[in-house]
């Protein structure tokens, strides 16, 4: 177990709907990343907050937006959905903000139908 | 209609013996290096890292070797073992302030018994 909870682990939802992914990161850690996993596109990364404030964007679409509450818990909101939208979502988490030595949750699966 | 997906690489190993992992890497400002597990069903779990200034650092049957002349990482496991199987990621990073990690396609290893 790597501390990192994501819910929920599956969510299935239509094309356009809005969905949103919840992450609590390791205690102590205040960094939360994001990223998505897909068949053809592997393992891409979304953002990144440290400590409530966005540190650093990845291949994030305008659709998809995050925050980092003052609890250090994250929120992925996912809107207009499209079929090519599904896929495995990741968050990690870490101590700092240079992205060394994440730990990531189980995952959150994503089926747009 | 037919899936695409990733072509991973595969790594058929017979148990017990080693396995050699490779990974090359793109960016020449990378400076930490990162080795992922990723077993079925389940979030990347960290390995090993090193950063630029060694070239070879051994954990727990676990080596990795990092060639920056010609930007290549290996990850060595020693006596490989069934619950080895699994998909393994490479990733880079650079230090001074965030930059993102980036994540190789992976390479999945599967230990014949």
């Known amino acids: 177990d790597s501390g990192v909870t994501q819910t929920p682990k599956h969510l299935i939802t239509a094309t356009g709907q809005r969905v949103t992914l919840r992450c609590s990161p390791r205690s102590g850690d205040l960094s939360v990343y994001w990223y998505q996993q897909s068949l053809d596109q592997g393992l891409q990364f979304l953002i990144q907050?440290?400590?409530?404030?966005?540190?650093a964007k990845g291949n994030i679409l305008e659709r998809f937006s995050a925050q980092q509450f003052p609890d250090l818990h994250s929120e992925l909101n996912l809107s207009s959905l499209e079929l090519g939208d599904s896929a495995l979502y990741f968050c990690?988490?870490?101590?700092?903000?240079?992205?060394?030595?994440?730990?990531f949750g189980s995952g959150t699966q994503l089926s747009v139908l | 209609g037919e899936s695409v997906g990733l072509h991973l690489p595969t790594l058929s190993v017979q148990e017990g013996d080693n396995s050699i992992i490779n990974c090359a890497y793109s960016?020449?400002?990378?400076?930490?290096f990162i080795w992922y597990k990723q077993e079925s069903g389940k979030g990347p779990q960290f390995i090993i890292d090193i950063r630029s200034n060694m070239d070879k650092r051994q954990g727990q049957r676990v080596t990795v070797l990092l060639n920056k002349t010609v930007k290549h990482l290996s990850l060595q496991i020693a006596a490989t073992q069934p619950g080895d199987s699994a998909v393994y990621f490479c990733?880079?990073?650079?230090?001074?302030?965030?930059?993102?990690?980036?994540f190789g396609i992976g390479t999945k290893l599967q230990v014949i018994p």
């Open positions: 990690a988490s870490s101590v700092g903000s240079s992205g060394e030595k994440l730990f």
């Open positions: 960016n020449s400002a990378s400076d930490y």
């Open positions: 990733a880079e990073g650079a230090s001074g302030g965030y930059q993102k990690v980036t």
């Open positions: 907050y440290y400590n409530g404030e966005e540190r």
